[in-house]
């Protein structure tokens, strides 16, 4: 295992063709993605550890999305010498976007694909009364259970729960206080998974993420909520698979080959990818 402390690599893979970086949902760190470099086994999976969590639990973790995507980009700036694609889910997606904008304004390497799940694009309104940042301590651990995505032998010990707390409630704060700045479309494909039950996004605000490319636009629609069930996470690691070891401008998936700002949003069927 190689990293610093904002990254780790589970299993070094130099000659692998493309780097997936992956970004945490609220609350979330390395070790819910550390399994994928057993499975993804053509990229070299990089797994993104922010201040607040694991190793990092006793610094304290960001509570505006700014100053965390400026110092997410210096600790990356070594891993983007080559070919990568960027994957989120919920916070991760937002953070990867602006990331990705970041990047783009200060001339840095782009990569091949944002993938992101379980998240609204970023110019969808954050809703009124959903501030589940504010809640009190059992409530807000009673909708992370509803929610899924929390291992249930946690779940049952609420005093290590509030214990991991404070890193919830300040990532929530940084979904729930994000607004968006309008800026041009990313040069950059872009694949949105999303649930159907999915009690926190919307059909239509998952569809919205084609708005935000000048390039390709897949949507994959899952049956299941905001968290991936197993079933499901085989499919997005399959999408990532069979994206991550092509070129898209050898594909003709390159800058101008898909959707701009202003043209309908693809329909949704589950189980099936729209590309237009």
Do not use: K
Not at 36 to 57: D, H, K, Q
Not at 231 to 236: G, H, M, Q, R
Request: some cysteine; glycine content about 12%; charged content about 25%.
């Amino acid at each position: 295992m190689t990293g610093d402390r904002w990254w780790q690599i589970p299993v070094p893979r130099p000659d692998a063709g493309v780097r997936l970086i992956c970004l945490p949902h609220a609350g979330g760190g390395p070790a819910g993605y550390a399994h994928w470099a057993g499975r993804l086994i053509g990229m070299e999976v990089v797994l993104v550890r922010p201040p607040g969590r694991e190793s990092r639990y006793a610094e304290p973790p960001y509570t505006r999305i700014g100053p965390l995507v400026s110092d997410l980009a210096t600790a990356l700036r070594p891993l983007l010498d080559g070919r990568w694609v960027l994957y989120g889910h919920s916070l991760g997606a937002l953070v990867g976007y602006e990331l990705l904008q970041h990047l783009h304004g200060s001339g840095g390497r782009l990569p091949e694909r944002l993938v992101v799940s379980g998240a609204e694009a970023p110019d969808v309104g954050r809703r009124a009364g959903h501030l589940l940042h504010q809640l009190p301590d059992d409530a807000l651990i009673d909708r992370a259970a509803e929610l899924g995505g929390t291992p249930p032998a946690l779940l049952a010990n609420r005093d290590l729960l509030r214990l991991l707390l404070p890193t919830l409630r300040a990532d929530l704060e940084v979904a729930e206080t994000y607004r968006w700045a309008a800026r041009p479309a990313l040069p950059v494909p872009i694949h949105a998974f999303h649930g159907r039950r999915d009690p926190l996004v919307t059909p239509e605000a998952a569809a919205r993420w084609h708005a935000h490319t000048d390039s390709a636009f897949d949507l994959t629609t899952l049956p299941g909520g905001h968290f991936l069930r197993p079933e499901e996470e085989s499919v997005l690691l399959a999408a990532l698979d069979r994206d991550g070891g092509r070129h898209p401008h050898r594909d003709g998936v390159g800058a101008g080959s898909g959707p701009r700002p202003g043209r309908p949003a693809p329909t949704i069927d589950d189980h099936r990818v729209h590309r237009r």
